[in-house]
């Protein structure tokens, strides 16, 4: 559910690519945990989601994530 929230917040933005995995770490494909690792952000995923990442920043959880959003649109 925070994750569906976060990306309503998130949807018309040029700076942020919505990247969604499996909720079952079973049915990820090599390509999902290869670019979770990349982006230092699979084992945040492991204990919670959305994860925001940005230029290597990583804001964790709906409500930081909407922080972030609120912070830097004013």
């Known amino acids: 559910m925070k994750c569906q ?3 309503e917040l998130l949807t018309g ?3 942020v690519d919505i990247v969604t995995f499996p909720h079952d770490l079973n049915k990820w ?3 999902d945990l290869s670019f ?3 982006h230092d ?8 989601a959305p994860v925001l990442w940005l230029d290597g ?8 994530i ?3 959003l609120q912070d830097t649109t004013k």
Not at 41 to 48: A, G, I, K, N, Y
Not at 57 to 64: D, V
């Open 5 to 7: 929230e976060a990306k």
């Open 13 to 15: 933005r040029d700076d």
């Open 29 to 31: 494909r090599e390509e």
């Open 36 to 38: 979770a690792k990349s």
């Open 41 to 48: 952000v699979f084992e945040d995923l492991q204990r919670t």
């Open 57 to 64: 920043e990583k804001k964790i959880g709906y409500l930081r």
């Open 66 to 68: 909407r922080k972030w």
